[in-house]
């Protein structure tokens, strides 16, 4: 939204005390810019480090229930990655988000690996979205330094292998995703 220049010099002349109750009201109305705030004012980007580990703590204990079925992993993996979303647009961690899906896909195939091969009839929902998620880090994984890479090669390796070989062949085969990286 373009505001017009009349009107910011209007709220530019407001007393320091009434901009300072407008701002708490639309403060209120706005959660997302509210915690945004929270963490560059008041932790002043501090926290960085123990907010990952809550999202990963989240992960895990989401992840270590045995699912009803595909469809339900999938809304639990969506869920996450809506949690995983938040972090990033409250922190601006592009390092993060990668690190964050690579755990959360890779503790999903090691926790429930079994469970997908065994319902692959009834996993195809699924099964696009692993293959999906990980060509989504692999394309930002790109974009990062290359001592990044050699951090997270490992995981990267391991779903891969996970999607060609067991959950979704047919998908990642595709979807052109390759079966090593780099």
């Given at each position: 939204m ?9 709220i ?20 997302d ?5 929270q963490?560059?004012?008041v932790e002043?980007?501090?926290s960085?480090h ?11 204990r989401t992840?270590?229930?045995?699912p009803?079925s ?5 809304m ?5 990655n809506?949690?995983?979303?938040r ?6 961690d592009?390092?993060g988000?990668?690190?964050l899906?690579l ?6 195939l090691?926790?429930?690996v ?9 996993a ?5 979205y692993?293959?999906?998620?990980m060509?989504v880090v692999l394309?930002k ?5 290359e001592?990044?890479?050699?951090e997270?090669?490992s995981h ?12 979704a062949?047919l ?6 995703l390759?079966?090593q990286?780099p």
């Amino acid at each position: 939204m373009q505001f017009p220049a009349e009107f910011k010099k209007a709220i530019s002349n407001l007393p320091h005390a009434e901009k300072d109750k407008l701002l708490f009201r639309l403060l209120k109305k706005d959660l997302d810019l509210c915690n945004r705030l929270q963490y560059e004012l008041v932790e002043q980007k501090e926290s960085l480090h123990e907010r990952r580990d809550a999202v990963e703590e989240e992960i895990r204990r989401t992840l270590k229930y045995d699912p009803y079925s595909p469809g339900y992993l999938m809304m639990d993996l969506r869920s996450l990655n809506g949690v995983i979303s938040r972090h990033v647009k409250y922190t601006k961690d592009k390092e993060g988000e990668v690190q964050l899906t690579l755990f959360m896909l890779r503790l999903a195939l090691e926790e429930h690996v079994d469970f997908i091969v065994a319902h692959l009839y009834r996993a195809e929902s699924l099964q696009d979205y692993l293959v999906k998620r990980m060509q989504v880090v692999l394309q930002k994984l790109s974009k990062l330094h290359e001592d990044f890479y050699v951090e997270h090669e490992s995981h990267v390796n391991y779903i891969l292998t996970q999607l060609h070989q067991k959950v979704a062949p047919l998908q990642a085969r595709k979807a052109k995703l390759p079966k090593q990286w780099p």
